[in-house]
Structures are given as C-alpha cells and as structure tokens.
C-alpha cells in the first residue's frame, strides 16, 4: 500500500515568477498515508569529501534533497504530510560511509549507502529494509 513514483516537486514561490528555476525532479517518492519519502540515488568514486582529514557529505547534495523535502513538505502543509528525505549512495571499498540521520528543521534528512556488489536478493532485501524502517511496517519473514 506505498505509492511509488518518480514526480517532480514544485516550487513553493511567493509570486509567479519561476524564470530560471530549476525542475526539482526527484529519482523515488515513497507515500503511505500523510508519510512521504523522498529518495535521492547518487553514485560517486568517493561518497564523501576529504578536507583536512575530516569527511563530509558533498554539500551540493544535502541542498538538493533539503530543498525537494522543504518545497514538498510546503506543499502539502495543509495535509499535515510528515515529509523526509534521503540520499542514497552506492556503497565504495572506502573506510568512512554514510549512514547517519539528521534532523533539520522538522525534517528527517538521512544518508544511506547501499550495497550493489552482491546478488539481486540481497539488493532487493536493502530497499525493502529502508521501507519498512521509514514507515514502520512489519519485518518480513523469510
């Protein structure tokens, strides 16, 4: 009963004017009920930044996703939607991966990396793990 889609989110402006702006398409949304997730999937050699011996996210996509969540936690405001978002990343032989959540003004932002280096079940059972954790469903049994 979770509605899956790729949807763009629009933009939550003051005015009319959208000249310029930029289509926020996203990569997966997840809903069930008033429970949205939005998943953003990235690839990179290196899933994190390294200055000064210190690992952060790449900064470009904790914006995007922080602002699909924000534009689209606006937009459905009057439901009283409870709208999260995540980057989710492939897993790389790097040391540091990761896999924190955060809470950013009233918004559940989480970063995940995922596996790809086994075989499809395993894959599979990775995704269906994030589902049932983000919308607090039963665990399968297998």
């Not at 996703?65 to 409870?82: D, G, H, L, P, R």
């Not at 790809?116 to 079940?121: A, E, K, P, S, W």
């Amino acid at each position: 009963n979770i509605d899956v889609n790729a949807s763009q989110i629009p933009w939550q402006l003051d005015d009319d004017n959208d000249t310029m702006l930029p289509v926020m398409q996203t990569d997966i949304m997840l809903s069930k009920n008033r429970s949205i997730l939005i998943i953003d999937a990235k690839y990179y050699s290196q899933t994190t930044q390294v200055l000064y011996n210190t690992h952060t996210l790449h900064s470009a996509n904790l914006y995007q996703i922080f602002t699909y969540v924000k534009n689209k936690a606006a937009e459905c405001k009057e439901y009283s939607c409870e709208v999260s978002g995540m980057l989710l990343y492939a897993k790389t032989d790097e040391t540091v991966l990761p896999n924190q959540s955060y809470s950013m003004s009233g918004n559940e932002i989480s970063v995940c990396t995922l596996d790809l280096d086994c075989d499809f079940n395993h894959i599979a059972r990775q995704l269906n793990e994030i589902v049932i954790e983000h919308f607090d469903l039963p665990k399968e049994t297998s």
